[in-house]
C-alpha cells in the first residue's frame, strides 16, 4: 500500500482517513505529482470536526440540494465524447459548479493537447487517471499555464461516474490531469463500506448516503478533489480501462490511450439510452 504524507482537508480528515493527497516516498523521489489514492486499510475512529461542522460546511441544504451526477440530460446540453484506444465514454458538464474546471478541460481537448496522451494511473474498483499533457504522470500545467482553483459542491460527488480534477495534495493546485471514479457499488461495500458505515451515518445526509448505496463510487474523495463532469454513456469502456493489467506503479502494461475528444450537444433521439438519466448504473 502506497504510503500517504498528508492530509486533505474537509470529508478526509472529519471521518478520519488518510485517502493519499500526497505522494508515496517513491513518487516523490521520481519526480511524480500527487493523486487521489485508495483508501486506507484501517479506518480511525478519530474525528477531527465536529458533525454539525461538517454538515454546516460541506452540506448547508443537508443533502436535499439537486444532484447533478444523476440529473437527467437535458436536450443541447454539451458533452464530449472521449475516444481512447479501448473505445469510446461520453461525459456531461457541471459548469453550474465547477466552471474553472470544465473550461480548462475544454480548453485543454479543443486545442488536441490531450490527444495521444496515456491513462497512466488504473487501479480496478477505484479509478483511472489520465490527462497529463506531458505523459510523465508529472505534468500539471493547467491551458493558462500553472493551476486554478478547487471548486467543491455538495451537489457534484465522487459518485462512480463522476469526471474529475486531480491534484497536487494542497488547494488550488489543479492542472491538466483528470480521474474517472470507476469503483462499483459492490466494491464500495466490500472493500471500505463496513469501515465508513458508522461514520457516515453520523455525518452524511441520509439522501448522500442513499446515492453512494445505489451508484457507487468514492466518497472519501469528497470535497477534496473539484468534480467537473459525469460519465452519462459507455461505463463498460472505463471498466474495461480499469481492467487491465498494471505494473507496481499502476500504469498500464501496454499503453491506453486517448485518441481524441470531441464536443457535440445532447439530443434524446440520437443517444435513447442516456435520456433517462446520466448517472451510471452499478455494474452488473
Known amino acids: 500500500m ?15 482517513v488518510l485517502c493519499g493527497c500526497g505522494n508515496s516516498e517513491e513518487e516523490q523521489d521520481s519526480g511524480q505529482e500527487s493523486q487521489p489514492a485508495q483508501q486506507q486499510e484501517e479506518v480511525s475512529d478519530e474525528v477531527t470536526y465536529s458533525d454539525n461542522a461538517f454538515l454546516q460546511q460541506n452540506y448547508p ?42 473550461e480548462n478541460f475544454k480548453s485543454l481537448a479543443s486545442s488536441g493537447r490531450y490527444n495521444n496522451t496515456i491513462f497512466f494511473r488504473v487501479i480496478n474498483n477505484f479509478m483511472i487517471q489520465g ?37 497536487q495534495g494542497t488547494p488550488n493546485t489543479n492542472g491538466c490531469q483528470f480521474y474517472v471514479v470507476q469503483a462499483p457499488q459492490e466494491a464500495l461495500v466490500s472493500n471500505i463500506w463496513t469501515q465508513l458505515r458508522e461514520k457516515m ?31 452519462y454513456q459507455g461505463m463498460e469502456t472505463v471498466d474495461a480501462i480499469a481492467s487491465v493489467s498494471t505494473n507496481e506503479q499502476d500504469k498500464p502494461d501496454t499503453d491506453v490511450v486517448i485518441q481524441s475528444i470531441t464536443f457535440s450537444t445532447y439530443t434524446a433521439a440520437q443517444d435513447p439510452a442516456a435520456a433517462s438519466s446520466a448517472a451510471s448504473a452499478p455494474a452488473a
Open 2 to 16: 502506497k504510503k500517504p504524507i498528508c492530509l486533505a482537508t474537509s470529508l478526509l480528515l472529519c471521518l478520519g
Open 61 to 102: 441544504t443537508r443533502g436535499t440540494a439537486e444532484n447533478l451526477n444523476t440529473r437527467p440530460l437535458q436536450e443541447g446540453e454539451e458533452i464530449a465524447i472521449i475516444t481512447t484506444s479501448m473505445g469510446e465514454f461520453r461525459v456531461r458538464f457541471f459548469p453550474e459548479v465547477a466552471p474553472l474546471a470544465v
Open 131 to 167: 490527462g497529463d499533457t506531458t505523459n510523465t504522470g508529472s505534468g500539471f500545467d493547467s491551458y493558462a499555464g500553472g493551476t486554478f482553483a478547487d471548486e467543491f459542491s455538495e451537489q457534484a460527488l465522487n459518485l462512480r461516474g463522476a469526471l474529475c480534477m486531480a491534484n
Open 201 to 231: 451515518d453520523r455525518v452524511y445526509p441520509d439522501a448522500v448516503k442513499a446515492l453512494y448505496q445505489t451508484y457507487g463510487g468514492c466518497p472519501w474523495l469528497d470535497f477534496s478533489y473539484t468534480v467537473f463532469g459525469q460519465v
